[in-house]
């Protein structure tokens, strides 16, 4: 299953240069700071035992240059995918169970931030 990178907002941190800090510390991917976007927030943890309470914010961006991103420690793959691939993902995951599946693009499920951002990437393009 793929997602969004993601990340924490440090002490004296707009959301815009962490989304830049984020982005380049976990691909390797420069973002134009001037092109992060707002999309979308939820409310993250705190209902199950041991989690803080944290906001989730979700940004889209633009990057300087078409560059490949490579992956970090905390990264196992990250790749580009074209608007078509995300799309059908996204049908796919309207399908009851459709995340026990294996094949194809799996996207994490519809109340997920990630999956917003996709969806909003896809209605905007």
């Not at 990178?5 to 510390?25: K, W, Y």
């Not at 608007?83 to 995340?99: N, T, Y």
């Amino acid at each position: 299953m793929f997602s969004a990178l993601a990340g924490f907002i440090d002490v004296g941190e707009r959301i815009e240069q962490a989304v830049v800090r984020e982005v380049s510390e976990e691909v390797s991917v420069d973002v134009d700071i001037s092109q992060v976007r707002y999309v979308t927030s939820d409310f993250w943890g705190g209902f199950r035992r041991n989690y803080s309470p944290e906001l989730m914010v979700g940004c889209v961006a633009t990057v300087n240059e078409m560059q490949n991103p490579t992956c970090s420690e905390e990264i196992a793959e990250a790749r580009w995918f074209h608007k078509d691939e995300i799309w059908e993902a996204l049908q796919k995951s309207k399908i009851p169970g459709s995340h026990l599946r294996k094949e194809g693009l799996m996207l994490p499920p519809p109340f997920a931030t990630a999956h917003k951002l996709a969806a909003r990437w896809c209605n905007e393009c």
